[in-house]
């Protein structure tokens, strides 16, 4: 269950509130959010919700279901849409499109791909610099220094940038220099850092973990809505199964399920998902047309000589028959 309450609410009010439904066997929780205030109910006992409703500081009352309650579209009747700023938005009716390199790798790559998204109005920027690799050899990221360099330069030409933060340490050193929070698939289900990014204020884009199920993703995105931050982004990004024959299996089915069951963006990652640069295209516009709001793609003007992951990353020329591509399947889904 899910109660609304009344920014205004009077102490006295929240405390008969709350009295009421511990009467009736259920747990409390109190939510506050940037959007609203909420007290999340848990309990097995059946009720005529017309024996709270009548109280003074409630402004409505839903009965959720499910174990991930302010996440589930059960509730919320119009899909969230995130706000970025100066015109860029991502959710329901507003089609978005993230791109870069695996790793930010020179000042001279964060320009050129600047000027490539520039070029082809794509207004968010991906990038990595803390890098999680299997292999403690590889490159691991240019870091805080890194980031400051890349963030002052796409604030300039009025790029948005996400990328991954690995430990809630890092989380008070990056604000400033981040628009979006990315969670990785290897830390989708640490419950620390979900913690933490719930209580800032800042959009969070949360990948689905590498055998995570569905409903395991949207209870990690619970964590966050539930210390306070609404604005979550869920990603699709391939699951791991016993097939080798690409680098993951991108579960384009997950996308319109979580599209069913809740409110919130969903993301896809094709390059992730299947790991192989000629795929990836075909795999985006599957998932555009199963219900993404979003695609988020690894690019570098010379994949062949990207740090990391350039087996999966587009050159320029091929992102740009793909945006073109994206944005015609989006207009002929809108269609249907």
């Known amino acids: ?5 009344e920014p205004n609410i ?13 009467s009736l066997q259920y747990n409390t929780s109190q939510v506050s959010t940037q959007f609203g205030e909420y007290i999340i109910g ?12 009548t109280l003074p500081g409630i402004r409505d009352i839903h009965r959720v279901s499910d174990a991930y309650k302010l996440v589930s579209k059960k509730w919320k009747v119009r899909d969230t849409v995130i706000d970025f700023g100066e015109g860029v938005k991502l959710g329901s009716g507003h089609f978005g499109m993230m791109a870069g390199p695996c790793s930010i790798e020179s000042e001279e790559q964060i320009e050129s791909t600047i000027k490539h998204l520039q070029a082809n109005q794509v207004r968010i920027m991906r990038g990595g610099v803390y890098k999680p ?9 240019l870091g805080q220094e890194g980031l400051k360099m890349w963030y002052q330069q796409a604030q300039k030409a009025g790029i948005r940038i996400v990328t991954e933060v690995m430990m809630t340490e890092q989380i008070e050193d990056m604000y400033d220099y981040v628009d979006i929070f990315q969670v990785g698939a290897r830390n989708a289900q640490n419950f620390n850092l979900l913690d933490a990014l719930g209580k800032v204020d800042k959009p969070v ?5 590498m055998s995570g199920t569905i409903e395991e993703l949207l209870q990690s995105a619970e964590y966050i809505f539930s210390n306070g931050n609404e604005k979550i982004m869920l990603c699709e990004r391939g699951i791991r199964t016993y097939e080798k024959a690409y680098r993951n299996t991108m579960d384009v089915n997950a996308i319109a399920m979580l599209k ?10 094709p390059s992730h998902g299947i790991g192989l640069r000629s795929f990836v295209p075909p795999i985006a516009l599957a998932s555009v047309m199963a219900g993404a709001d979003g695609v988020i793609m690894e690019v570098h003007e ?9 087996q999966q990353t587009l050159s320029y020329q091929e992102a740009e028959r793909l945006y073109k591509g994206l944005r015609q399947a989006y207009e002929l889904r809108s269609s249907l």
């Open 133 to 141: 690799r299997s292999s403690p050899y590889s490159f691991r990221g």
């Open 10 to 22: 009077k102490e006295a009010e929240l405390q008969a509130l709350t009295e009421k439904l511990e």
């Open 1 to 5: 269950m899910i109660i609304q309450i």
């Open 302 to 310: 010379r994949p062949e000589k990207a740090f990391s992951d350039g």
């Open 42 to 53: 848990v309990g097995k006992r059946a009720f005529d919700i017309r024996a709270i409703g």
């Open 260 to 269: 069913e069951k809740t409110h919130l963006p969903v993301i896809a990652d």
């Open 205 to 209: 884009l949360l990948k689905r973990s």
